[in-house]
């Protein structure tokens, strides 16, 4: 579904040229819950901006079903790749209503006629287990877990075909992490998507992804299907990543490189 | 573990902040002990009234709105009673505290050097050249292999990791009776997390240091502390050791907090009860000792 070839991507600070990506080829299939992990630093970031088109890149393409991907792209190429973000005190808009943050991507690509704004923006907060009347609501009368659904609520309105989804549980804590990864895995098979799931945090990825590449200070240090990484790990970065994870059972530590 | 080796012990603690819409009640007759020496972790979710309470053993909340009743006895001395004078000779000499965030817990517009002798001379008259010692010894101490070098650096010359260490040290270096530790591996990566917990396990030990380790993640806490009190919306909810609270949970709050976290042996997202009952009726769980 999307390819990506030998993407380079450096930025420069002050005359200093910081590598963020060295040449990285990905391909992430249909249905796919992909997960980039790495600490911080390693690119995950840059890489999820350059399939985006925040960022353009400096060499190298980024293919969405045989269309190139660029940083100038048509609404429709938009429309398919959307995208959840980390805190979700920062990703609503403070003087929007929850109403009027999710119609706006209805009417901007004009996903349902001018007069059914309403029962869109209803049954997407349905879709994400939040009720009609947080319509009215202001993002600062909602708790992280509820603007996360939001969030997700928002992406969800243009009826894409792929979510990225950057960091999306971190700033939340474990009991609203289960519940809203739970609501992912959910709206995942209903609406067939395909998951690019970046994060730092590798239990989750144990646990919820099929897949895996793991970054290092911009290039990838190793890849491949979620159960062969954590079962036999290649590369030292990543068994020194796996061996570091806290875990809270003696079962898990033993289950560690 | 002698009684006499009590170092802190809050007792009935109670804080409520004063709003406009009515009175806000955050913490509810908690208690607590710490002994010399031992690492205790306070554990709990966003909003459960953690950070309040070290807010409170350091003496930083006054504020008019502020109402506290009960008990914080250090060295036998009431927390809640003593004034603020006396509070700075406590403050960094006989409790010190470790931030989330590294880089913001140090002032930016200082040299670190600057910093370590702020805090040096707060225990004793000093002079720079003497605190640039002292501080180049205790960094080259915890494997900073170039003193010099970060002594004269601004904190956001830094890594996260640098800086944490930094920041560790400071803590430390007037071998403090309590540490207080505040999320101190949160804003780190785990590789680096796990070198800051080390560093304060290994630290605490030679000055036989007790700490409060703050933090809402489990497998921190199972990784350094001994003693274990869960905390949710201000009410203490179990009390035990490590291995009493993680091998056999006794309060339903507990149990799933410990199953909703995502475990590295499983292949599914834990599914949490959504008729969950309110935790903080159900009375606290304390562990035999």
Redesign the interface.
């Known amino acids: 579904m999307i390819k990506i070839r030998d993407i380079s991507k450096q930025f420069t600070i002050k005359n200093n040229i910081v590598k963020a990506l060295s040449n990285i080829n990905l391909e992430i299939l249909e249905r796919d819950c992909f997960a980039i992990v790495g600490?911080?630093g390693s690119g995950k970031t840059t890489l999820a901006n350059i399939i985006l088109g925040i960022y353009q890149q400096d060499q190298g393409e980024v293919l969405f079903e045989k269309e190139k991907l660029t940083k100038k792209r048509n609404l429709q190429l938009r429309k398919l790749i959307q995208f959840v973000q980390q805190n979700p005190m920062s990703t609503l808009n403070p003087k929007k209503t929850i109403y009027s943050t999710i119609a706006l991507p209805l009417k901007i690509h004009k996903i349902v006629e001018d007069n059914k704004y309403k029962e869109k923006v209803e049954e997407l907060l349905s879709f994400v287990g939040l009720e009609s009347n947080f319509m009215d609501r202001y993002p600062d009368t909602l708790s992280?877990g509820q603007k996360q659904r939001v969030a997700i609520a928002r992406a969800l309105a243009t009826e894409p075909k792929v979510l990225i989804l950057d960091e999306p549980t971190s700033a939340l804590?474990?009991?609203v992490?289960?519940?809203v990864?739970?609501l992912l895995?959910d709206i995942k098979k209903k609406f067939d998507l395909t998951y690019i799931f970046i994060t730092?945090?590798?239990?989750?990825v144990?646990?919820?992804a099929n897949k895996v590449v793991v970054m290092n200070k911009g290039k990838i240090e190793e890849k491949g299907e979620t159960i062969e990484i954590?079962q036999n790990p290649k590369s030292e970065y990543t068994k020194?990543?796996?061996r570091?994870?806290?875990?809270?059972?003696d079962?898990?530590d033993?289950?560690?490189p | 573990m002698l009684m006499s080796d009590k170092l802190l012990s809050i007792k009935d603690l109670e804080l409520s902040f004063k709003m406009y819409e009515g009175t806000l009640n955050v913490l509810k007759k908690i208690s607590l002990d710490l002994h010399k020496g031992e690492k205790v972790a306070l554990v709990g979710?966003?909003g459960s009234g953690k950070s309040v309470t070290t807010k409170l053993i350091l003496g930083l909340l006054n504020q008019r709105n502020v109402i506290k009743k009960g008990n914080i006895f250090f060295n036998s001395r009431n927390l809640l009673d003593i004034s603020q004078s006396e509070f700075k000779k406590l403050r960094g000499n006989n409790i010190s505290i470790i931030f989330q965030d590294p880089i913001a817990a140090l002032n930016p517009v200082f040299k670190i050097k600057q910093q370590f002798y702020e805090v040096l001379s707060n225990k004793k008259k000093i002079s720079k050249r003497e605190s640039i010692e002292l501080a180049s010894k205790a960094l080259l101490n915890v494997s900073i292999s170039d003193p010099v070098r970060v002594l004269e650096s601004y904190p956001f010359q830094l890594s996260?990791g640098m800086a944490q260490r930094v920041v560790i040290t400071m803590a430390m270096i007037n071998n403090p009776d309590l540490l207080l530790a505040d999320e101190p591996s949160t804003a780190l990566?785990?590789?680096?997390?796990?070198q800051a917990l080390d560093l304060m396990d290994d630290l605490t030990k030679v000055t036989n240091t007790a700490v409060l380790l703050i933090t809402?993640?489990?497998?921190?806490v199972?990784?350094f502390a001994e003693k274990v009190y869960v905390i949710y919306r201000g009410v203490i909810v179990e009390e035990g050791t490590k291995s009493q609270v993680?091998k056999n949970p006794g309060h339903p709050y507990t149990e799933?907090?410990?199953q909703?976290?995502?475990?590295?042996?499983?292949?599914?997202?834990?599914?949490?009860n959504d008729n969950a009952p309110n935790y903080a009726e159900i009375p606290k769980f304390t562990h035999p000792k």
């Open positions: 600490e911080s992280g804590d474990v009991i992490q289960s519940k990864l739970n895995l730092h945090d590798l239990s989750v144990k646990n919820i954590f020194t990543l796996i570091a994870i806290p875990t809270v059972t079962e898990e033993a289950t560690k | 979710e966003s996260g990566d785990v590789t680096v997390q796990n809402h993640n489990m497998g921190v199972r990784r993680f799933a907090l410990l909703s976290i995502p475990k590295l042996n499983g292949t599914s997202i834990p599914i949490h």
